[in-house]
């Protein structure tokens, strides 16, 4: 799957291309730019550092966004081979992908009398992708290479000029193109109007355009492959600051070889797999063992290469996210960092055996994120930069949470930390003082949250602890007040025992005024039509209060909640039994599989439907350890290898047995929200884990044995 000697291909390297049908491109500046579906097949990038600052994502069946220079910066819209016999059909190669070894990637397609393999890595020495292009015939084709840049972030304001090298670029950065054998032909043009998928609907390559932009600019390169007589070909997509520097990198990104770059690439994540820990014993199947290795790799890629400790959410823009300039004026979420993921992302790092992967993200919430009130940003960009900007107090606590399973004892953390626990003792809004929260970890409530309340209570008995062994004494007593005043008032905030959904006092989602037996309304939002009372909306969020010791497993509340969330929320999959957020949740797909929105044309809301998240099959089976029920959190385990997608991606969301659901919905296997998710991957290598060791292994063990009195 090689080209042959380095003087051969630099030969080819400067064929001559035909002139320009023209020169300018017409029908500028071409349709709006928007993002591919968040739900990739495949994530990958070099195990290497500052020097090769790109990942590339696979979904549908094609290479899709790139990131270059960073993890918040998408840098293309997608890369695809199309296929022609130039006179009767034209087809896009969209296949199946397929795990090649630690992150790289193939993807195996198939058309009317040819096949196609394409496998993907990244330089480790360069930011360049490679794509290793293989086709077979049974006569003679022609295939070309359709590009579609989205430089820094924005597609609609892009250059383009064709030749020898296909280069695109804005203010701030440029990509280059190019073939091992040379392009036959290329052209630049504009999406929709003159780019090549419209050039090729009539089976054959007419236009030669010299240049297009700036605007929404579409690339087409013919190659010099049929499938017969020449079948083997490698792509390279550089990257630069400007546009001889994407050229450069391109260019001896091919000088180096697929095969040479490709090895260098599975050394680098053979060598970081080889400095952790063996994988756990709970890991029994062959399928749950490749979901593991896949999971730690997932979390490691996560990380940006410039930005040490930013590990981003999902490397996609769900929905409306990607595609909608009113709810999302600058693409890009998702492709952020939330403290509230970064301690899952550290948690399940630091449960691998990556102990440096867990401070490097702690030293960037508290060096990075945390802002100058000592409050954690919602969410920031891996630069910092705050994105979203609402207060959530589980994310403040977070650090707290992280720093003591690192056992961090340093000034510099320790003093972070007070004004992190500061800011949440005396938070106050509306006449609302915490444990009150702007917004709970589903972020678009307010109000007293049983999981954020665990959170807050944890992580003021770990700062405690750590304020202890440094010898702060006093501080670490204020600490403990206020956190056992708010333990000992969880149920009075929020269990009902005059709700309509059990006879036994449950858990609510929220309350919103700290009476969990008033009908208090709200609006859900997400589309959700009317006023809801406060009581007769749960989630799985107390589940919380077990797991960081707050509360015992078999406490009356949480048991009886158990049952109402299990009947309320609860869904059996062919994958296994999964859960909803929370009641009659709108973050999801429309009853025909269209995308979720919150801006609609007409005055009513389109109705949106949450889906089963997996990450609730791995709480309940960390519960269901500290229950007592170890072959219970098994069953979980393998729930969660179920739901992986034919990459070994683990998604945000999966498919549920209840109408509406769009044609073609297999219940248990992901929908077309955000995968890979960072969170339900640190999520499985935790439970895998926990079961190892009998007990949830981040579990504060300082605050079980406060307030269960499991020491």
């Not at 840049?149 to 280059?176: F, I, K, M, Q, Y």
């Not at 091919?254 to 060598?271: D, I, N, P, S, T």
């Not at 209570?457 to 501080?475: E, P």
Request: contains cysteine.
């Amino acid at each position: 799957m090689l080209l042959g000697t380095l003087s051969a291909v630099v030969a080819t390297m400067t064929a001559a291309v035909p002139a320009s049908a023209g020169g300018d491109a017409p029908g500028g500046p071409g349709a709006p730019a928007v993002y591919q579906p968040a739900d990739k097949q495949a994530f990958g990038t070099a195990r290497s550092g500052a020097d090769s600052p790109v990942w590339f994502t696979l979904g549908g069946g094609r290479m899709t966004e790139v990131f270059y220079p960073d993890l918040s910066t998408p840098a293309t819209r997608e890369l695809q081979l199309v296929v022609t016999d130039g006179t009767s059909f034209t087809e896009r190669v969209t296949g199946r992908t397929e795990p090649v070894s630690d992150l790289t990637f193939r993807q195996v397609a198939r058309g009317t009398g040819w096949s196609a393999t394409l496998t993907y890595v990244t330089d480790p020495s360069r930011a360049s992708v490679l794509v290793d292009v293989d086709l077979k015939a049974h006569r003679p084709l022609q295939a070309y290479v359709v590009y579609d840049p989205a430089l820094s972030r924005e597609g609609n304001d892009d250059s383009a000029r064709s030749g020898s090298t296909l280069v695109a670029s804005d203010a701030a950065a440029a990509s280059a193109l190019v073939a091992g054998r040379g392009f036959a032909a290329t052209s630049s043009g504009y999406l929709g109007t003159s780019d090549g998928w419209t050039d090729l609907a009539d089976h054959r390559m007419d236009w030669t355009y010299g240049k297009a932009g700036p605007g929404n600019v579409v690339q087409t390169g013919k190659l010099r492959v049929d499938g017969t007589r020449q079948r083997h070909d490698t792509l390279v997509l550089g990257f630069g600051r400007h546009a001889d520097e994407a050229a450069r990198t391109a260019s001896r990104s091919l000088a180096a070889g697929f095969r040479a770059v490709a090895r260098e690439y599975a050394q680098g994540w053979q060598g970081y797999a080889a400095g952790l820990r063996r994988p756990p014993s709970s890991v029994r199947t062959a399928q749950e063992r490749a979901v593991y290795r896949s999971s730690v790799l997932v979390l490691a890629a996560s990380e940006d290469k410039r930005h040490p400790g930013a590990y981003i959410a999902a490397p996609g823009f769900p929905w409306a996210f990607g595609t909608d300039r009113q709810i999302a004026p600058e693409f890009g979420s998702y492709a952020l960092v939330w403290p509230r993921d970064l301690y899952q992302i550290a948690t399940g790092l630091l449960a691998a055996g990556d102990r440096r992967g867990a401070d490097r993200a702690l030293d960037f919430m508290i060096g990075v994120q945390q802002q100058p009130d000592g409050h954690l940003a919602q969410n920031t960009r891996v630069t910092g930069e705050p994105y979203w900007t609402s207060v959530q107090l589980d994310e403040t606590a977070a650090p707290m949470l992280l720093a003591w399973l690192l056992g961090r004892t340093d000034k510099s953390t320790l003093d972070g930390l007070r004004r992190a626990a500061e800011f949440m003792v005396t938070y106050e809004k509306d006449g609302n003082k915490a444990p009150w929260t702007e917004q709970e970890r589903w972020e678009n409530q307010s109000g007293y949250s049983p999981g954020t309340i665990a959170a807050e209570v944890s992580g003021l008995v770990c700062l405690a602890d750590l304020l202890t062994r440094a010898g702060d004494t006093a501080g670490a007593r204020h600490y403990l007040s206020i956190a056992d005043t708010w333990a000992s008032k969880v149920e009075q905030w929020t269990v009902t025992s005059t709700g309509p959904l059990s006879a036994k006092p449950y858990y609510l989602r929220l309350t919103k005024d700290g009476n969990p037996n008033a009908g208090t309304t709200y609006n859900l939002g997400d589309n959700n039509p009317g006023e809801v009372d406060q009581r007769t909306v749960v989630d799985p969020s107390f589940l919380e209060l077990v797991r960081l010791g707050v509360r015992p497993a078999d406490d009356p509340a949480i048991v009886s909640s158990l049952a109402v969330v299990d009947r309320v929320l609860g869904d059996r999959t062919p994958a296994g039994v999964l859960w909803h957020r929370f009641t009659s949740d709108g973050y999801g797909e429309q009853a025909t599989g269209g995308p979720w929105n919150v801006i609609w044309p007409t005055p009513e809301p389109t109705r949106t439907y949450g889906r089963l998240w997996p990450i609730f099959a791995g709480e309940r089976g960390e519960y269901d350890l500290l229950a007592g029920n170890p072959a219970a959190a098994g069953s979980r385990l393998r729930t969660m290898s179920e739901t992986a997608n034919e990459g070994l991606m683990l998604p945000e969301q999966v498919w549920d047995n209840r109408p509406p659901a769009p044609a073609g919905a297999t219940p248990g296997t992901g929908t077309t929200s955000a995968t890979p998710l960072a969170w339900t991957h640190a999520q499985y290598v935790r439970l895998a884990w926990s079961l190892e060791q009998g007990h949830p292994v981040e579990r504060p063990a300082v605050v079980a044995c406060r307030y269960t009195g499991d020491c």
